[in-house]
């Protein structure tokens, strides 16, 4: 268990309708990332948040836009969706500063499965 | 640019055989080498972490080799077993920080044991 919560786990809906994916970092993690993953693909950088800002974005679609809150749990917004979209999302987090200097390994959540009818 | 390659893409070998995973990038500055592995629907887990320094590191069945200078890195398995099916990704930190702490993904290898 990495500590790292998501939800939900799976989620069906239809093309051209929006929904928010829901991550919970592990306690005391500062950043949280959202990686997009299709099926037998790489896992791509959407976008970074630090300490409730934004950090880094990747290749993120205008579609899509993401949050980070004072407690630090984060959402991802999925809107207009498309047949493409269907894919696993995952959240991960790092950088605590309880637990030493942050070298780079992000703690992942199990995924929200999205599929797109 | 920043890259990192993997390969096979792709590879099947028999319970109980050795396979060797290579990971080569164009990182540079270069922070440290991780490689996680990846169960079929899961999140990744952190295997190792290789810095500049370390030459070989072992966790278990695992063995990472690193060499700065050519900038490679392997993953060996030893005595593979059903449970080593997965995907293995590398990813790289750049010690020049940089978008999403200057991590760069590769693409990753997907392993299958057959029985």
């Known amino acids: 268990d990495s500590g790292v919560t998501q939800t939900p786990k799976h989620l069906i809906t239809a093309t051209g309708q929006r929904v928010t994916l829901r991550c919970s970092p592990r306690?005391?993690?500062?950043?949280v990332y959202w990686y997009q993953q299709s099926l037998d693909q790489g896992l791509q950088f959407l976008i970074q948040?630090?300490?409730?800002?934004?950090?880094a974005k990747g290749n993120i679609l205008e579609r899509f836009s993401a949050q980070q809150f004072p407690d630090l749990h984060s959402e991802l917004n999925l809107s207009s969706l498309e047949l493409g979209d269907s894919a696993l999302y995952f959240c991960?987090?790092?950088?605590?500063?309880?637990?030493?200097?942050?070298?780079?390994?992000?703690?992942f959540g199990e995924g929200s499965r999205l599929t797109v009818l | 640019k920043n890259q990192v390659e993997q390969s096979p893409q792709s590879l099947i070998i028999l319970e109980g055989k050795n396979c060797t995973l290579q990971c080569n990038y164009t990182v540079s500055p270069f922070s440290n080498l991780r490689w996680y592995k990846q169960d079929t629907g899961r999140g990744p887990v952190s295997l190792t972490i290789?810095?500049?320094?370390?030459n070989t590191k072992s966790n278990g069945r695992y063995t990472a080799t690193l060499d700065a200078d050519t900038k490679q890195s392997s993953l060996h398995i030893t005595a593979s077993q059903l449970s080593d099916s997965a995907s293995y990704i590398c990813?790289?930190?750049?010690?020049?920080?940089?978008?999403?702490?200057?991590?760069?993904f590769g693409k990753g290898t997907h392993l299958i044991i057959q029985p």
């Open positions: 948040y630090y300490n409730g800002e934004e950090r």
């Open positions: 290789m810095t500049f320094s370390e």
């Open positions: 991960a987090s790092s950088v605590n500063r309880d637990r030493g200097p942050n070298t780079g390994e992000l703690f």
């Open positions: 990813v790289v930190r750049g010690g020049g920080g940089g978008g999403a702490d200057g991590l760069t």
């Open positions: 306690s005391g993690d500062l950043s």
